[in-house]
């Protein structure tokens, strides 16, 4: 009978340590799942920034889609799906991350952060930042979304073109220093994809914009 209690024992000693070695083995693969969606400095700064970013460029897109004519309600609104869809994201992270939606400050210092020291174009970026009245490069000022609202026809239309193309020339480099130095893989993701869909989009502005320049009212 002590034979087998002892077994019994053993068994149960040994399921024990195998139980525990399974946990721990179970919480170093969470703690590895979540920091690989631990958002550093420069994860949140980039998820607050577009966001605001994308904010401005859905309410342009709006604009053009409030019923009166234009030839560029498919771009606009082709526009604002894609940038309400990445919104979405970043907003799920910063609730993630418990950040605020809005950054503390409207300086861009998060992109001073990266794993080398800024470049000429990057510099000069921080600098364009820093002087644009919006503190962002590529922002609409409120006169500027105020005379998108006023215009009409084809004048609205070149305005909605150049206020966009300027908007997506501010997003390219703060998207191209996330995808290249960001810690979180998905929002490297979503930041190379924003470089990408952009520069596409900038040259379909500028040959719009050519073509626009060109229609006599």
Not at 36 to 54: E, K, L, N, T, Y
Not at 60 to 84: E, S, Y
Not at 144 to 151: C, D, G, I, P
Not at 197 to 207: F, G, K, M, V
Request: with cysteine.
């Amino acid at each position: 009978m002590r034979r087998f209690r002892g077994i019994a024992l053993a068994l149960i000693l040994a399921g024990l340590a195998a139980l525990a070695a399974y946990q721990q083995q179970a919480l170093r693969a969470a703690r590895t799942e979540l920091a690989a969606v631990a958002g550093g400095p420069i994860d949140v700064g980039f998820a607050q920034s577009m966001s605001r970013h994308h904010q401005q460029a859905i309410a342009m897109a709006k604009f053009m889609l409030d019923g009166r004519p234009t030839r560029l309600a498919l771009m606009a609104q082709t526009i604002a799906d894609t940038q309400i869809a990445e919104l979405g994201q970043m907003y799920g992270w910063l609730r993630l991350w418990n950040q605020p939606f809005v950054p503390p400050a409207r300086g861009m210092d998060w992109m001073l952060l990266g794993r080398e020291p800024p470049d000429a174009e990057l510099s000069q970026y921080l600098l364009d930042c820093r002087r644009s009245p919006t503190g962002m490069a590529g922002l609409a000022t409120p006169e500027e979304l105020n005379r998108l609202r006023q215009l009409e026809g084809l004048e609205r239309d070149r305005h909605f073109l150049r206020l966009m193309l300027a908007h997506h020339r501010g997003a390219v480099p703060m998207a191209r220093f996330a995808a290249d130095n960001a810690r979180v893989p998905a929002l490297r993701e979503l930041a190379a994809r924003v470089v990408m869909d952009q520069s596409r989009e900038i040259d379909l502005l500028q040959r719009t914009l050519a073509v626009a320049d060109q229609v006599k009212e």
